[in-house]
């Protein structure tokens, strides 16, 4: 079946660039009408979906985070990738990769998340 | 955006009890001209991903046990557990795809056992 992980440092420095990659296994990523999405989620705290991306390359950002945020997609890699630029303390955050139903955009497949850490 | 809020934020229910939390949207995510809503359900249990258990507001994910029901419409809806068991002990978040982007999840709701 189909599964995700994510994966990418756990400790980025203040003011650097977050970079994490979900690898999509046991299916392609092209196959299906969906659309493959970040969500972030604080230590204790509610979860933020942070943006997606379909496998043509189109976008949707959180507009609370757009002007950080780019989402990418290597279809050959069967691979889609996160950047957040500048962030802070405030960024640290365990961060999933979901497969977005396509159809509505409720999230049927999540990786198990990896912890980012943003720390001096 | 929409503002997703939950009630009540953590309950404890006895083994075999029902378990009640309620979603509150700050706009209708029902879509009329499918007349569906745009809801989903997660649980979410400690250490692990959220897992898909209801959406269009009511339609159980494969594989979710039937102990699980979604209901309402408009802005208010409903996750039932109607015999809680002790696995089920998790946060619970709803979450509407109506309006995107952003896609906005509720605060949660923690359940224990009493």
């Known amino acids: 079946q189909v599964q995700l992980q994510e994966s990418g440092p756990g400790l980025v420095k203040p003011s650097q660039t977050l970079s994490l990659t979900c690898t999509v296994s046991?299916?392609?990523?092209?196959?299906?009408?969906?659309?493959w999405s970040w969500i972030r989620q604080p230590a204790g705290k509610g979860l933020e979906w942070i943006g997606r991306?379909?496998?043509?390359?189109?976008?949707n950002y959180n507009p609370s985070l757009k002007s950080r945020v780019t989402i990418s997609v290597d279809t050959s890699k069967n691979q889609f990738s996160l950047k957040l630029s500048s962030v802070t303390a405030a960024d640290t955050a365990v961060y999933y990769c979901a497969r977005d139903s396509g159809v509505g955009g409720y999230f049927d497949l999540w990786g198990r998340g990896t912890l980012v850490t943003v720390s001096s | 955006d929409i503002v997703m809020t939950q009630s009540p934020d953590s309950l404890a229910v006895s083994l075999g009890e029902r378990a009640t939390i309620n979603c509150k949207s700050s706009?209708?995510?029902?879509?009329?001209?499918?007349?569906?809503?745009?809801l989903a359900w997660y649980q979410q249990k400690p250490g692990q991903p959220p897992k898909l258990l209801i959406y269009?507001?009511?339609t159980r994910e494969s594989g979710v046990p039937d102990r699980f029901s979604g209901s309402g419409s408009g802005t208010d809806f409903t996750l039932t557990i109607s015999s809680l068991q002790a696995e089920d002990v998790a946060v619970y978040y709803c979450q509407q795809y109506y309006s995107t982007p952003p896609n906005t999840f509720g605060p949660g709701t923690k359940v224990d056992i009493k």
């Open positions: 706009q209708s995510v029902l879509y009329s001209s499918n007349n569906k809503n745009y």
């Open positions: 991306i379909y496998t043509s390359g189109s976008t």
């Open positions: 269009w507001a009511s």
């Open positions: 046991g299916g392609s990523i092209s196959s299906g009408s969906y659309y």
